[in-house]
């Protein structure tokens, strides 16, 4: 049984910075795709960023040089840290993953989390 587990939202003030983690267990690939992405009240779901298997990296424009994604194969623990949040970052946060590289297609990804709530104010 596939299990994914967000942690780390908050809420946070503009500029302030948060980290967000996914605990991934149940999950036999050691080294899947693995994407953060989010959904703000009244508005479609956004990929953020993505992670390969070797390490290659795919960011939304809107995040870019602001967000960096990460991973530690060894914890099977992905990782987002949020720096110079704005008030349009203000969502909630969803963890994903794949055995193929999907990029940001979250339609293509087939197991997710629960979701964890950043605030910006």
């Known amino acids: 049984h596939v299990q994914l587990v967000e942690s780390g939202g908050g809420s946070v003030q503009t500029g302030g910075s948060l980290r967000l983690s996914c605990a991934v267990s149940g999950y036999s690939s050691s080294s899947p795709c693995w994407g953060w992405f989010r959904q703000a009240p009244g508005k479609e779901r956004e990929g953020v960023a993505a992670?390969?298997?070797?390490?290659?990296?795919n960011y939304a424009d809107s995040v870019k040089g602001r967000f960096t994604i990460s991973r530690d194969n060894a914890d099977n623990t992905l990782y987002l840290q949020m720096n110079s949040l704005k008030l349009e970052d203000t969502a909630m946060y969803y963890c994903?993953?794949?055995?193929?590289?999907?990029?940001?297609?979250?339609?293509?990804?087939?197991?997710w989390g629960q979701g964890t709530q950043v605030t910006v104010s």
């Open positions: 994903a993953a794949n055995e193929a590289w999907v990029g940001l297609l979250g339609f293509l990804y087939h197991y």
């Open positions: 992670i390969g298997r070797d390490g290659n990296t």
